[in-house]
């Protein structure tokens, strides 16, 4: 009983990571699409405060579920499978750590603009722009983490 529900929650907080990365990227992609200062001041500030609230705490919920479920199954920690699901999820941690600093840039950038009526300033499309370029890599990880969680290749 106790494996399936650490089982349960390493699953539960997964799909609260992944969904939350998805989710807040195509809205603020979107929103920042639409070039409406207003929009994407109010877009940036809910995706900072769910990467917080949802991305913050399942990074943390990830490998501490992940490694008693490792305990609990009995697997040897140093399978493929296990070195490649750790190091791909370093690289979505590391891609994650900046793009948090992004978004509160991004956020108050954007804030600034809506407030003082303006446009958005070059620093913006500059952050923006890097926020982007760490995206990518960190949903590659994470997809490569699913297929190695679920399939659990020798």
């Known amino acids: ?8 929650l390493h699953v539960l907080s997964s799909t609260l ?9 195509w ?18 500030r809910i995706v900072v405060m769910a990467d917080w609230l949802f991305t913050g705490t399942t ?20 399978s493929r499978w296990i070195t490649w699901s750790l190091a ?6 590391l891609c994650w750590l900046p793009v948090v600093w992004l978004q ?5 950038l954007s804030a600034a603009a809506a407030h003082n009526n303006q446009p958005l300033p070059p620093a913006f499309w500059r952050y923006f722009k890097a926020w982007i370029v760490l995206g990518i890599p960190a949903f590659f990880a994470f997809l490569g983490v699913f297929y190695l969680m679920v399939a659990k290749p020798a």
């Open 27 to 44: 809205y603020l992609l979107f929103a920042v699409i639409s070039r409406k200062v207003a929009v994407i001041a109010v877009v940036t």
């Open 1 to 8: 009983m106790e494996y399936l529900i650490v089982k349960w």
């Open 17 to 25: 990571l992944f969904g939350t990365g998805i989710g807040s990227a």
């Open 104 to 108: 509160m840039r991004l956020r108050d």
């Open 59 to 78: 990074m943390i919920a990830q490998p501490a579920t992940g490694f008693y479920l490792i305990h609990l199954a009995g697997y040897p920690m140093h």
């Open 88 to 93: 791909l999820y370093l690289l979505a941690l």
